[in-house]
């Protein structure tokens, strides 16, 4: 198995809401979990910089805000701040 690119943590509130609202966010969990084997951590659709290192993405059926934070130690590391439903 590949080794992923990134380490990645959730805010409070984005963990309490996939965890919660689960199965309904599995697709979206997975998503988000597989951005840590892309280079770039950005999906190929339905991706928006907002600023520097910042994203607005659609990640099945949600949106997902999250910081790239390439100089991270010991690894690069993905903070995902929010994930809300599109509906």
């Not at 996939?18 to 280079?39: G, N, V």
């Not at 991706?47 to 690069?76: N, S, W």
């Amino acid at each position: 198995m590949m080794e992923p690119l990134w380490d990645i943590e959730y805010s409070l509130e984005a963990r309490n809401y996939l965890y919660d609202s689960y199965p309904y966010t599995e697709a979206a969990l997975i998503a988000i979990e597989e951005l840590r084997f892309d280079q770039d951590a950005i999906p190929p659709h339905g991706c928006t910089q907002l600023e520097t290192d910042v994203y607005l993405c659609e990640l099945m059926g949600h949106f997902v805000v999250y910081r790239c934070i390439p100089d991270a130690k010991p690894k690069p590391m993905l903070w995902i701040a929010i994930v809300k439903p599109m509906d």
